[in-house]
């Protein structure tokens, strides 16, 4: 377990350069530490048996094996395309943003791109990227075919930071141009008016789509744990700002703290899943809440 | 507030440099990237504005130090209004307890009529004053007392040997009324005899004292003084088995003395002699005690000189002298030489020392070098040889015994030398030195030894040498000689060649005199220095001594003839004065004696018993009667009122006085130093 978890931290994870393994790695190792069984979907279309075990559910049971052999098996089906998942990576300024120096957000928020496609591809879900700033900037369309990876990992390992977030009008953009509901997954620092984010997380859940708010967020953006005079300088709006961080730390905790109560409360009321994470930390709490969204699906 | 160095005010600007460094002085910071500034935005202006404000606290305190150390330097002074009635009565009693106050007359001693007057003046006093009492001849103060314990003390107070110490008095005195009760009001009185000793000591202050009233009483008997004291005695010689003292009396009174002088030690008494002394006379008297039989060993005797009764002062009518007595000596001194006339001179000195020396007996005797016998080696202890003659060749092993048994071998050198018999000598390690060949240069002596610290000379004499100019004596010629490897040099000549050699043989020595015994190689034995230079090289002659002290003097016991019982030992136990036993220090050859508490016999315990006498300083026997005019005057010299005072620390102004801030301004600085980096440090949190 403790081996298999080491795929899944971006520290590591940053080190391997090719975005394929990177999936390979995150996804692979996330389900190593899950269960036994493999993971397969649940489809019409035979696929195998295995042996029952102890929480499978009963309806999966194949009575007539039982009835020959006196012996409770599993049907297992192959799995089909059944959605379409539309993952929406931010690449404004802000999010090549790194705390302490190792992982930025736009390095963090690819590998969980990166691993979410993987896991798709490999359930057979369509899966679209669609990468933006102020504006949409490349936008892959949604294949179910295991080639598409490649189309997708190319586009996230060459893709670069730039431009100011302009997260609302991208939103309604995306809301307009789909025209097969789906799973939006949002990964993004939310560092734009909280209340035209809403609108354009509003519009998406307006058109059925089921959505998830991947918040990254660096460990010092969250704790701004920095000592002495320092002049920070706006990665988007290159304003510049001298503070003794120390003397400020608690009431920009607080009002941070705020800021994400609100993003939370505010999700949570329109249905919407919203899960922090920190780049610090590994990206298995990331797949785990797509799983449980993707399960509540079937 | 003002200022005593108001120039040193001028450093205040130096807070100019902090100023400017604050307005020129750049943060320094650390550039980051960050992404939230909309969420420092609103705290941002209350850190800006703290931090201006802690710039400017540390900036005001900065400039405070260094205005603060200028104003220290100028010395500030605090103007504040003296409130007379705040002051406390503060009394400084200055009592003479030295010994010349045991003086007594019809009506009681002076002591007593000092302790009444004392009581009265402390009773006298308000219930709530402060008594600071000092006792001038035990020399210690007693501070803060309340009214009670000033009576107690003064009720048992004690009489001290020793002159009273005015000077003790007047420092005490001057550091209370200065520093310690400057506010109050010190009234200041002095119960003394005001003896010629005490008022001079008065005389002799020069820097007034500040008090608010000042008494003074001269405590002095109405009637005549009756006072004759033996205030000194000397030790003429031991004649027939009877000590011969000369002993100095003088009638310090207004009394004619008719008196009897004695003097005793153990058993014996001298004959008393009559004493006639009119007012302020001083004779010599002579006295004769038998002293027994002198023995070999040397001794100290104790011997009491006393004045029949008759005087107000008892204490200064014996005196404590001991003697020292060394063990019956006789040195037999053999000259020899190649002629008699040679040694004529030599002789001639050596004579003279046996008359003048006072208790060894000198026998010389002359006898040619060629007649010179064992028999003569035997008789002598101290061989003086004119010179090296070919029969001293053959005596060498003679010579040797005689050195090796103790002798003393004294070698002078003529032209007339035999080099192969010195070489014997030499060679036998008889002769300190070789002489070679003879050297015919004027030159002078060395005024003193090249070697002063060496044994087995006399000192004395060394010292006698220099009143004599030995450094003016002329030396026509001299030898080049070889020094024994286990000789030392002890005396050189003015142009650094060598004059005497000294070499231990045995229990012996032997000196090499690189002159001659006449006239032909130098002028040395024809001058008036040729005793003192017989004395040199003879060694240490005893002679009796005397062993007396006053009590304020170091009290020092010769350990003449006797021997620790432990070599390592530090420390002797003795009796002092008051009976009581007390540790001795063993410096060189004598014992320290701290303190010999009173006058009277300090002496070792056990045998054999070393003692000597310890008396009354001399300015406590002479009880003359000041002057009452003189002593007004000088007393009025030394104590001046507060208000014509010139004070260094606090002046005093019309109601107010000055009082210097220093200290305060001092320890201010100090801790703005100490909190100037906890104040920073905190203010950037």
């Excluded at chain 1, 949002?186 to 560092?191: A, G, K, M, V, W």
């Excluded at chain 2, 050195?403 to 192969?420: L, N, Q, W």
């Excluded at chain 2, 390690?429 to 610290?453: F, H, M, V, W």
């Excluded at chain 2, 002797?572 to 060189?588: F, K, L, Y």
Aim: glycine residues 6%; hydrophobic residues 40%; contains cysteine.
């Amino acid at each position: 377990m403790r081996q298999s978890r080491k795929y899944l931290d971006p520290v590591f994870l940053s080190k391997l350069g090719n975005m394929d393994l990177v999936a390979r790695c995150a996804v692979e190792g996330f389900f190593a530490g899950l269960h036994p069984s493999p993971f397969h979907g649940f489809s019409v279309e035979y696929s195998d048996h295995r042996e029952y075990h102890a929480g499978d559910e009963l309806k999966f049971v194949d009575w007539k094996v039982f009835g020959r052999s006196d012996k409770l098996y599993i049907k297992q089906f192959q799995q089909e395309t059944n959605t379409t998942a539309y993952i929406l990576l931010d690449s404004s300024k802000s999010m090549s943003f790194a705390g302490d120096g190792k992982v930025s957000k736009m390095d963090y928020g690819s590998y969980l791109a990166a691993a979410l496609s993987y896991l798709m591809l490999s359930q057979s879900d369509s899966t679209a990227l669609i990468l933006f700033a102020d504006r949409v900037t490349k936008h892959i369309p949604p294949r179910s075919k295991r080639t598409h990876l490649n189309i997708i990992l190319t586009a996230l390992q060459y893709n670069r930071p730039a431009g100011q977030t302009n997260l609302a009008g991208v939103l309604h953009t995306i809301a307009e141009t789909t025209k097969r509901r789906g799973i939006v997954i949002l990964i993004s620092d939310l560092l734009d008016d909280e209340a035209d984010i809403f609108q354009g997380l509003a519009h998406l859940k307006f058109l059925k789509h089921d959505v998830i708010v991947f918040h990254t967020m660096d460990h010092q953006e969250v704790n701004l744990d920095y000592e002495g005079l320092i002049q920070f300088e706006d990665l988007e709006t290159k304003a510049r700002m001298q503070v003794f961080p120390q003397s400020l730390r608690e009431g920009y905790r607080q009002r941070v703290t705020e800021f994400l109560d609100e993003i939370e409360k505010t999700t949570g009321n329109s249905g919407i899943d919203y899960c922090l994470l920190d780049t610090s930390e590994p990206l298995d709490r990331a797949l785990v809440a797509y799983l449980s969204k993707r399960k509540r699906m079937m | 507030m003002s200022f005593t160095e108001w120039i040193f005010l001028l450093g205040g600007l130096a807070v100019v440099g902090p100023l400017i460094a604050h307005l020129l002085a750049k943060p320094r910071y650390r550039r980051l990237p960050f992404t939230m500034l909309r969420f420092l935005q609103s705290g941002q202006i209350e850190s800006q504005s703290r931090r201006k404000l802690r710039d400017l606290l540390i900036l005001l305190l900065r400039c405070v130090i260094i205005v603060l150390i200028a104003m220290l330097f100028a010395r500030p002074l605090l103007h504040v209004r003296f409130k007379p009635s705040q002051s406390k009565s503060v009394y400084c009693l200055g009592l003479d307890n030295s010994m010349s106050m045991t003086y007594s007359d019809r009506r009681g001693s002076y002591f007593d009529t000092m302790k009444d007057r004392a009581i009265d003046y402390i009773r006298s006093a308000e219930n709530n004053a402060l008594f600071n009492i000092y006792v001038m001849a035990s020399g210690d103060w007693m501070q803060s007392m309340g009214k009670e314990q000033a009576l107690a003390e003064v009720k048992a107070l004690k009489i001290e040997p020793g002159n009273a110490n005015v000077e003790g008095f007047l420092s005490g005195l001057s550091r209370i009324s200065r520093a310690e009760h400057k506010n109050d009001e010190v009234s200041v009185l002095v119960l003394s005899d005001f003896t010629p000793n005490t008022f001079r000591q008065f005389v002799n202050i020069t820097e007034p004292i500040a008090a608010e009233r000042i008494d003074y009483d001269s405590i002095v008997s109405p009637q005549p003084i009756n006072n004759a004291a033996i205030v000194d005695a000397h030790v003429v010689g031991v004649v027939d088995g009877k000590l011969t003292i000369n002993t100095a009396v003088v009638n310090y009174g207004q009394i004619e003395q008719n008196r009897r002088l004695t003097a005793r030690t153990g058993a014996n008494q001298s004959d008393p002699v009559d004493i006639n002394l009119s007012p302020n006379q001083r004779k010599n008297y002579q006295l004769k005690i038998d002293t027994g039989t002198i023995g070999q060993q040397p001794s100290v005797l104790p011997v009491e000189l006393n004045l029949s009764d008759g005087d107000g002062l008892r204490a200064d009518d014996t005196f404590y002298l001991a003697v020292s007595v060394p063990g019956h000596k006789d040195v037999n001194i053999l000259l020899t030489g190649d002629s008699e006339r040679r040694l004529f001179l030599l002789k001639t000195a050596l004579d003279t020392l046996s008359r003048t020396s006072s208790y060894d007996a000198l026998r010389v005797k002359q006898v040619l070098m060629s007649e010179l016998a064992p028999s003569d080696l035997e008789w002598a202890d101290v061989i003086v040889s004119s010179t090296i003659t070919e029969h001293m060749g053959n005596l060498v092993p003679e010579i040797e015994n005689f050195i090796k048994a103790g002798g003393r071998f004294v070698c002078f050198v003529t032209e007339a030398i035999v080099p192969d018999a010195a070489k014997i000598l030499w060679q036998r390690d008889i002769l300190a030195a070789l002489p070679g060949r003879c050297i015919q240069e004027r030159t002078y002596i060395q005024p003193k030894p090249y070697n002063s610290k060496v044994s087995g000379v006399d000192h004395n004499a060394e010292r006698s040498l220099s009143n004599y100019r030995i450094d003016k004596i002329l030396i026509k010629g001299r030898f080049e000689c070889q020094q024994h490897p286990d000789a030392q040099l002890i005396w050189q000549f003015r142009d650094g060649s060598d004059f005497i050699y000294l070499k231990r043989l045995g229990n012996g020595t032997s000196f090499l005199i690189n002159t001659s015994v006449d006239d032909s190689l130098g002028s040395l034995t024809k001058s008036n220095a040729s005793v003192a230079f017989c004395q040199y090289f003879l060694g240490e002659i005893h002679q009796i001594d005397r062993h007396c002290f006053t009590c304020d003097e170091q009290i020092m016991l010769p350990l003449f003839g006797r021997e620790l019982p432990d070599s390592g030992k530090k420390q002797i136990w003795v009796e002092t004065c008051d009976g009581r036993n007390r540790r001795a220090s063993v410096a060189d050859s004598s014992l320290l004696v701290p303190d010999p508490a009173g006058i009277g016999w300090v002496k070792t315990l056990g045998k054999p018993t070393i003692c000597t006498g310890v008396n009354l300083p001399q300015g406590e026997t002479d009880m003359t009667k000041p002057v009452a005019s003189e002593l007004a005057g000088v007393m009025d010299r030394v104590f001046k009122a507060s208000a014509e005072q010139t004070v260094s620390e606090a002046e005093v102004f019309h109601d107010r006085i000055r009082r210097p801030l220093w200290k305060i301004f001092a320890w201010i600085i100090i801790l703005l130093l100490l909190a100037e980096p906890a104040i920073a440090n905190r203010l950037k949190r």
